[in-house]
Nanobody
């Protein structure tokens, strides 16, 4: 049974920082692509960042580029999303995902496994 367990998130003022974690269990993910998506109320789920585990290549949505960083800890089978200079428009439920994604890493349909979601709220 594959599980992605998220932690982190919470309430922060604009300009602050938060770190999200996503720990995987149940299988080896060294060949997978990992990603973070988010969904604000009334909006569709949108791509935030992705990381190809084996190559270490990272990709970001334009809206978070330069502020967010996706990284991994191989030994812990964990992916992180460091979020700096947070803005009120970053408020959403954040989801981690893992899958054998190829070219379309920004599509949520490319991912097989999902975390439970965690709320991030940025106050102005």
């Amino acid at each position: 049974q594959v599980q992605l367990i998220q932690s982190g998130g919470g309430l922060v003022q604009a300009g602050g920082s938060l770190r999200l974690s996503c720990a995987a269990s149940g299988r080896t993910f060294s060949w997978y692509t990992w990603a973070w998506f988010r969904q604000a109320p009334g909006n569709e789920r949108e791509f935030v960042a992705a990381l190809r585990w084996s190559a270490g290549s990272a990709y970001y949505a334009d809206s978070v580029k330069g502020r967010f960083t996706i990284s991994r800890n191989n030994a812990k089978n964990t992916v992180y999303l460091q979020m700096n200079s947070l803005k009120p428009e970053d408020t959403a439920v954040y989801y981690c995902a893992a899958g054998s994604s190829g070219t379309y890493y920004y599509r949520d349909s490319e991912y097989d496994y999902w975390g439970q979601g965690t709320q991030v709220t940025v106050s102005s």
